[in-house]
């Protein structure tokens, strides 16, 4: 039987006043700094202080009490992200608009994958949030550590109403690459959400695109075994079902290490239609 003390943790490291603050309680929060203040400072398993917690929330009372309390406006998580990256992630746009206004330097803040708040908006999905940081002047061709845009990250989660407004924010997004030569359309293909691929594809992204491996989009929606995305893929374009990569490997062979059976039998069924349409075609030339 263990002892409940205000000090106890849950297993993710976080004490009374974590909770506190990330269920936006200001009352409980006043109370624990004041009976407690050394929580103020105290860090979970992840190095997020209460006032992380705070931020994700978006209950921008309770964060500012903390900042009043003398909590470090600056201070990172493990991963290196700021109040307003966090803030960013879970789309608060009041929390948001309250950081900016109070530290503008935080909007050019990069954590330890070089994501800026703007990429954990495009992650988010929300378009207020990552708009109100591009009118701020937050960098709209800010990279990651690999090289991705804000189109890459926003293909890579799915976020189709980010996807759109990036891409009338400047379409020359559609065409960049990252460190291995993969467009948003990869990222997109990878992810499994159709509509953003067919957004992305109608808006001039090139279906024929390939990475650094050679890797085409139906190359990377098997490696997740996306199922939806592959039959799209397919019916669309189907001589992409015979496509190898640099090391001559077909869909089919990347679908078979995902251990997808269904996609698997899919593109194998699939290919053998294909190349009986093509031989037949050929007969009658």
Known sequence: MHDITPWCKTVKGETLLHRACINGQLKRTRYLIETYPEMLHMVDNFK???????????????LQYLIEQGTNPWC??????????TACIEGELDMTKYLVGMYPKMLYDMDRNKY???????VSGSVDVLRYLIDHCADPWCLTAEGETLLHIACLYGQLEIAEYLVQLDPQMLHEVD????????????NGNVAVLRYILNSGANPWCRTSEEETLLHRSCIKGELEMIKYLVETYPK????????????AHYAAESG?????TYLIDSG??????????????
Do not use: Q, W, Y
């Not at 460190?179 to 948003?184: K, R």
């Not at 992409?240 to 077909?250: C, G, Y």
């Not at 053998?272 to 030339?285: D, Q």
């Open 240 to 251: 992409m079902l015979h496509e190898r990569d640099k090391s001559k490997n077909t869909p």
């Open 76 to 85: 990172r998580t493990s991963e290196e992200e700021t109040f307003l990256h």
């Open 260 to 264: 997808n059976v269904a996609v698997l």
């Open 179 to 190: 460190n291995s030569n993969s467009t948003p359309a990869h990222h997109a293909a990878a």
């Open 48 to 62: 997020r202080t209460p006032a992380h917690h705070a931020a994700v929330r978006g209950n921008v009372s309770v």
């Open 272 to 285: 053998i239609r294909h190349l009986s349409k093509t031989l037949c075609c050929t007969e009658h030339a």
């Open 116 to 122: 800026t708040p703007a990429h954990h908006a495009a």
